[in-house]
């Protein structure tokens, strides 16, 4: 990827063209300022949609406020009724965290002459690769909070000097914010349950996704699950034995033969789902490292109980790519000059920190996964 704004010094033929072949098509197309803003409108309106649908919606809801605030273990009791006393007033104990904020910047740059003597293939070449480092942010956001045990921390991560942005349930010594789960079904928690796996054998088994199972249910997250891994444990997850694929559009399958019943569109940028295991639908999501998975209940797009919280701008309802001027260079000479890409948001854990189980399956010890 080469660094900095284009100029008329990109503007050379490319190895393989005939300059004779080139001669009667210039290479002005009349591309204007208003063309490639009308351009880059279009592109960045399709993709903030698509950071917000398909997959990542399910995974996500949104709030602009800086504080999450849930209900902690406590146990409801009844007194028996007496003709004469009083029963005990109860009241719920509570706790809190905060969502991270963090500003990303994607530059662009085009100069007065270049784009007088633009091709629209370049043009194009520079928004598609702005708009992919848009997307990569935005997965290795998600990923990363999935897949990490410790709270975020520091005014870097635009949390103060105090703020804390923990996972999901973990053992008290693993966070600053203590998580007693709600008694469900007559189980109560303590503040040592753990969500964050590791499991030895450097293999996914049946018994991995049947423990996920149980450990989202007895939280009353009832079924079907997602799991989402990374494409190294693909192959080793599909030849499991309980595990039910979806069909091949090139296959004719006989009447005996059990198929998942869900649509192997992708939802997003390079996820495809495989099949079905202990209800768990399971996608393969790029970036995911080997041996690491994270199941889910999704209770539909952009949902409050979904597991992540993207914290947005005050005042907006979701994050949004913006396109601006860089104001840190003045009155450039046409609106082009000096573009950058702005995008602000920050990813935490919602109030449901039961709703989401990480897996590591290379050691008994958990390690945080780093995505790609």
Known sequence: MAIGPRDTSSLVLMTGWDATALKNWQLADGTSIAAVQAQMNA?????????????W???ISFQDKPDVEYAMGDTGEM??????SRPDSQRATTEGHMLPYQKFDRGLGWTW???????????????????QAVRNRWRLSLLTRLLQRGDDSGAGKGLG???????????????????????YGGTAFASTHEHYVGITGGVFTNAVFTDV?????????????????????????SNLTNFIPIAQTNVRYGSTVD??????????????????ISDSVVWIVPGIPQYYGFGW???????RRNPLRVRTTKGMARPTVMASNDPRNGSPAHPLQYMMLQFRFGVGVGEERTNGTPRYVNSATWADGTPT
Do not use: C
């Open 259 to 276: 198929l998942a019943a869900i649509s192997a569109e992708p939802l997003a940028e390079g996820v495809y789902p495989i099949g079905v």
């Open 57 to 59: 919606g399910q995974l």
């Open 43 to 55: 592109g960045l309106g399709a993709l903030n949609a698509e950071l917000t649908g398909g997959l």
């Open 213 to 237: 199972k149980s450990e989202l249910r007895e939280h009353g997250h009832q079924p079907p699950y997602n799991f989402i891994a990374g494409i190294s444990d693909e192959s080793v997850i």
């Open 297 to 303: 209940k999704s209770y539909g797009n952009l949902s």
């Open 161 to 183: 000097t105090g703020g804390l942005s923990p996972g999901f349930a973990t053992t008290a010594g693993s966070t600053g914010v203590d998580y007693v789960p709600p008694t």
């Open 113 to 131: 002459d270049y784009l007088e003597e633009a091709r629209q293939e370049q043009i194009d070449a520079d928004l598609a690769l702005a708009f």
């Open 79 to 84: 007194e028996l009724h007496t003709e004469y």
